[in-house]
């Protein structure tokens, strides 16, 4: 069974302070996807993660994979108070039409 | 335009009763999806759909069914509700198996 951990699972920062989410899964995958959800709001897709390697930024956050180590990271440089959400990497199962295990969601919390 | 829409967005009923959420998306998507999320926010696939192949998640009760009348649509119809299906439900579409695009989310509460 695909299982998918985050850590951690609450965060709290200071605006300008750097900071990294964790996200571990269980199986290989063909890929890895974050999402941020605003309270009471839908999910908001961030990245998709394809290959061992990959990086991508958008604005202060960086996300990676590493497929050997089954790792991602979500990178937060220079954080400010907008960024205050919930944050969830989901990883597809292969051969199941895309369907998605979630990690529980890091909730972020930046403080001025 | 919204891409994936969801009625009602709130439902509140009474146990035992028989309800359904409907899902429209207009991106041209061919494969759609139904999520629940918890009330510690925990978000679980229940069923994915496309044109040609339904699956559903084994931990899904079969009082949860879905329903495509065509590739835009996939509604959730579920009969006797219990309170354990509060929730909020959330359908999403994506092409192939590309990013998936989540709807505003169905709240349900079960008294």
């Known amino acids: 069974e695909l299982k998918v951990e985050q850590n951690p699972l609450f965060l709290s920062m200071q605006e300008g302070k750097n900071y990294t989410i964790y996200c571990n899964y269980s199986t290989t995958s063909d890929r890895l996807y974050w999402y941020r959800q605003d309270p009471g709001k839908s999910l908001e897709s961030l990245f998709v993660?394809?290959?061992?390697?990959a990086v991508k930024q958008e604005g202060r956050l960086m996300a990676s994979l590493d497929t050997k180590a089954r790792l991602s990271t979500l990178h937060i440089t220079a954080a400010v108070h907008d960024l205050s959400a919930t944050y969830f990497c989901a990883v597809d199962i292969k051969g199941s039409q895309g369907n998605l295990i979630f990690g529980k969601g890091t909730k972020l919390s930046v403080k001025p | 335009d919204t891409a994936v829409s969801q009625t009602p967005k709130y439902l509140v009923t009474q146990m035992g009763n028989d309800k359904s959420i409907k899902c429209e998306q207009n991106l041209g998507h061919d494969t759609m999806y139904w999520y629940k999320q918890d009330s510690k926010k925990f978000l679980k696939i229940m069923f994915s759909?496309?044109?040609?192949?339904?699956?559903i998640n084994e931990t899904v009760p079969n009082r949860f069914s879905p329903k495509s009348p065509d590739k835009a649509h996939l509604n959730l119809h579920i009969n006797s509700l219990e309170l354990g299906d509060s929730a909020v439900y959330f359908c999403a579409s994506s092409y192939l198996q590309e990013t998936q695009y989540f709807g505003p989310g169905t709240r349900l509460l079960v008294l």
């Open positions: 759909y496309n044109n040609k192949e339904l699956i």
């Open positions: 993660l394809l290959s061992n390697g």
